[in-house]
């Protein structure tokens, strides 16, 4: 970039201001930002050349006034980021409250909590619920719950299971199989001697039915087969019956709790829809009529009699336009960075001059900055400074243009009648969708061909996606300014309406391209991802679940070769008879060992793709990553091995296999835990502080920027509920051939529920935006996965006793009626039954509005703030540069 284009820039730059938004019917972004021209500031190109080549940094720095209290506070304070840390805790430490009489973060206006807990006896339901509903207390009910079902689980089947293999152990004599392959393999899971206490399930059988014949011989009654056989059904009832258990749980608590949770009472997102495809900016009125005529042409006469609910005035309380900010918030950000290291050279140039050494550096820097100069620094300063006004201008000259329109819209109805008529009317197939993606895809590549023909003649036409700012020319009249404005904002409009006229043909056409879906719930929306362009959607979707799925693809096939290596029975013969070599051996250890972290890895690799994947709102990318987890966190990490041992290795028959099956289990469990307690988020934000505070600088950062690098991670509780129902999964999968697996995940979960509780008050915030619906739907995909396998696995080992298919057949016919009836019957047992009643909240929720928190999202991306902060110190050195003229 030349001189004349940065005199270009300086003089054209401009002091914009935001105008304050008086909420109309329609809120257009854009239009309540620049419906008024600002006030303008222009520099001396000539004085300001000047200033470049003979400029004193110092003097500069002096009329730099960085704002107080504020995200752009320079030099920041420790103690200030460090109270923004504690502020997030539920239980901050005893030291730091000792150290300060603040009450509460003057950035976040967060409260900070001085009363003491004790977090291994306090009640979780009376610390959490007030503040952040119930999801976070159900978590450790559930943890509470699954305690008692392991005992209940283990007294009932594993106590007889570990006593009979016991004592027939310990007396051989009393092992009456015939001789044979089962004998052996008993006599062999005796003479293992291990502390899983269990046997192959043949052997087990037989010999249990063998020693119940001789007691009926000898006039006994032969209890124990009898026994086996009602214990193994209760566990396998229990097993299809959870997820009704946890249903009725949620359920419970959601009514008990009814005043205390906030999902409960959210009703903008059920009076809302979010609609795409619009062929133009549509007024309010041109969307209401659209959507009333083409309800009145609905085949059905119940929805086309629906068309008079939009007859009324005001039926859309609010229209928010949907831009893409992607790109600005970009630009913003590299502003900011160019910011940042522009101070620090100010500060760089002042203690060289003064004391001749150098303490303040970016990390960049660390290797260089003492080899740096005056003549150096002022350099750099000078084409920091360009650098600063050219991205301002660029960011500036884009918001003068207008945001880009995403031909997306949310819609706020006055009623939920409204909102429901509309969506079912507009509601389509997944198949239609696409086809509708591609005709919209067809006629926007028409519609922008059709522009570049009619603005080619058209001087002031500037295409605010591709321009460049060399070719940017700001209009010096502000009438000329208001008008090239409004044009810009409205292009796509008034060239869509020149193509199109408001026949009922048209609206067919409009109604055969919207497309409609349920509203969001506005804790949640990720606005930067709703407004981005759709090809920029679709790549990093793209990217994101192919990587994930050739990760997932690569790790576990490596997972399964490896499992099918290391626990073949005919390799462990080998390894016995020594046929193996000292590598081989060596080489078949290291792969147990990478078997359990293969399986962990891929998870944490498959999380952090999803995450990346710019869904709309926080619950899509949650749902997402539940879907894909329920394939292979289940499927191929925890059933695959199953599959193996029974239906490949004889598992039924085998102790080895069976022992293999047991320790790939534990330890996978083991290796989980390990991943739990020292957690991917808490780990990152540990280290990200760990970094920031060593060699420490007040002037390395920004006060927000520190107090973003302090705050603590928000804690997984979707990663820990997948954990809890790890664990539980393998305890009921494990219980029929070893009891004593049970034993080792009861101590897993009682650990669990002790961490947990004291990582939420200590280590972590709270994500209010995990909702009871998005627990209740990650408990549904449990439900789907795993009661499917519980059936197979039960039949697989049971399948010797005729009963048993009429048993398994008639509780499949208890379950299917109980998910098909599963509303009306948890509302019986909850409000006949449990007498409970929906208590009325004592604080009023009032509908949140769309437009407001689109707005202080735009607000936190501190564009409009920063280029304030500029303005105001480029006017300061003017104005001091020209007194001294």
């Not at 709102?617 to 997402?624: K, L």
């Not at 990490?637 to 598992?651: D, H, L, N, R, V």
């Not at 016919?813 to 599963?822: A, P, S, T």
Request: aromatic share 14%; with cysteine.
């Amino acid at each position: 970039m030349n001189n004349s284009d940065i005199e270009k820039l300086i003089e054209n730059y401009e002091d914009d201001q935001q105008v304050e938004n008086n909420q109309p019917v329609t809120l257009d972004f854009n239009q309540d930002r620049q419906g008024q021209v600002p006030q303008q500031h222009r520099f001396s190109s000539s004085k300001f050349r000047e200033r470049l080549s003979s400029i004193d940094p110092l003097n500069w720095a002096k009329n730099i006034k960085m704002p107080q209290n504020n995200y752009y506070s320079y030099p920041c304070s420790l103690q200030q980021a460090e109270l923004h840390r504690q502020c997030h805790y539920i239980q901050p430490d005893q030291e730091f409250l000792d150290k300060t009489d603040a009450k509460e973060c003057p950035c976040c206006n967060k409260p900070l909590n001085r009363k003491r807990i004790n977090f291994l006896t306090v009640n979780m339901w009376q610390l959490l619920v007030d503040d952040y509903g119930i999801a976070a207390p159900l978590y450790f009910t559930f943890l509470k719950f699954q305690m008692a079902l392991f005992v209940i689980i283990f007294c009932v089947y594993g106590i007889f299971f570990i006593y009979e293999v016991n004592s027939t152990c310990a007396n051989p004599d009393k092992i009456c199989l015939p001789e044979g392959d089962m004998k052996i393999e008993y006599q062999s899971a005796c003479d293992l001697n291990t502390i899983y206490m269990f046997v192959a399930m043949d052997p087990f059988l037989e010999q249990l039915e063998c020693s119940a014949q001789i007691d009926i011989d000898n006039g006994g009654s032969g209890f124990k087969r009898t026994y086996i056989q009602i214990a193994a059904f209760i566990i396998f009832v229990i097993n299809i019956m959870l997820p009704f258990a946890y249903e009725i749980i949620i359920r419970y608590k959601q009514i008990k709790y009814w005043d205390k949770e906030p999902v409960n009472h959210v009703t903008e997102n059920k009076k809302s829809v979010y609609v795409r495809h619009l062929p133009y900016k549509m007024t309010s009125e041109e969307v209401q009529q659209t959507i009333c005529k083409a309800i009145a042409m609905n085949t059905f006469d119940e929805m086309a009699k629906k068309s008079v609910l939009f007859q009324a005035q005001n039926v859309i309380q609010e229209l928010v336009y949907i831009y893409d900010i992607h790109e600005v918030n970009e630009m913003n950000i590299e502003r900011e960075n160019a910011l940042l290291e522009f101070m620090i050279t100010l500060e760089q140039l002042k203690e060289l001059k003064e004391t001749g050494i150098i303490t303040t550096y970016s990390e960049k820097q660390a290797k260089t900055y003492k080899t740096f100069t005056l003549e150096m620094l002022e350099n750099l300063f000078k084409q920091q400074l360009n650098d600063i006004v050219y991205k301002t201008q660029k960011i500036k000259s884009y918001l003068k243009n207008g945001l880009p329109f995403t031909n997306k819209v949310i819609i706020k109805f006055e009623t939920k009648e409204q909102r429901d008529a509309a969506y079912l009317h507009y509601r389509k197939k997944w198949y239609q969708n696409l086809l509708i993606r591609y005709e919209v895809m067809k006629q926007q590549t028409k519609l922008k061909e059709l522009q570049k023909n009619q603005v080619a003649d058209t001087s002031s036409y500037i295409d605010s996606r591709t321009v460049s700012v060399d070719q940017l020319q700001i209009q010096d009249s502000e009438v000329d300014n208001q008008k090239a404005r409004i044009s810009l904002f409205n292009q796509n409009t008034y060239l869509a309406k020149q193509q199109f006229d408001y026949s009922n043909k048209y609206v067919e056409q409009i109604h055969y391209q919207m497309g409609v879906k349920r509203g969001f719930s506005i804790n949640g929306i990720f606005w930067e991802n709703l407004g981005m362009d759709t090809f920029k959607r679709l790549k990093f979707r793209l990217k994101a679940i192919f990587t994930a799925a050739i990760a997932s693809f690569l790790l576990m096939g490596s997972f399964e070769l490896i499992y099918f290596y290391q626990n073949n029975p005919n390799q462990k013969d080998k390894k016995s008879s020594g046929s193996l070599s000292a590598w081989e051996k060596l080489f078949a250890n290291f792969l147990a060992i990478l078997v359990t972290f293969l399986s962990s890895y891929t998870t944490l690799t498959i999380l952090g793709q999803m995450a990346k994947s710019r869904r709309s709102t926080f619950i899509e990318v949650e749902e997402s990553i539940m879907h894909f987890f329920v394939i292979i966190q289940y499927f191929l990490i925890q059933f695959f091995p199953y599959f193996a041992t029974f239906e490949i290795w004889g598992g039924r028959n085998q102790i080895v296999a069976c022992y293999d099956l047991v320790t790939l289990s534990l330890h996978r469990i083991i290796f989980k835990q390990v991943f739990h307690t020292f957690h991917i988020r808490h780990t990152r934000f540990w280290l990200r502080k760990r970094k920031a505070l060593k060699n420490f600088n007040p002037k390395n950062f920004f006060q927000g920027q520190l107090n973003q690098i302090m705050t603590p991670a928000f804690i997984s509780q979707r990663g820990r509920q997948f954990n809890m129902l790890f664990i539980l999964t393998t305890a009921l999968c494990l219980i029929y051939i070893c009891p004593v697996a049970v034993l080792f995940c009861l101590a897993f979960t009682i650990y669990i529920y002790f961490w947990d509780k004291y990582a939420i008050t200590h280590n972590y915030q709270i994500d209010k935006r995990f909702t009871i619906n998005l627990l209740s739907h990650q408990i549904k995909c449990y439900q789907i996965v795993v009661l499917p396998f519980s059936i197979y696995l039960f039949l697989r080992l049971f399948w010797r006793f005729s009963w048993v298919i009429y048993g398994a057949f008639s509780a499949g016919l208890v379950m299917i009626v109980i998910i098909i009836f599963k509303k009306p019957i948890v509302k019986f047992i909850i409000f006949k039954i449990c007498r409970l009643k929906k208590k009325r909240p004592q604080v009023e929720y009032r509908e949140q509005s769309f437009f407001k928190s689109y707005n202080k999202f735009f607000e936190n991306l501190r564009i409009e703030s920063l280029t304030e902060i500029l303005v105001n110190s480029l006017r300061m050195n003017e104005t001091d540069t020209t007194k001294k003229d």
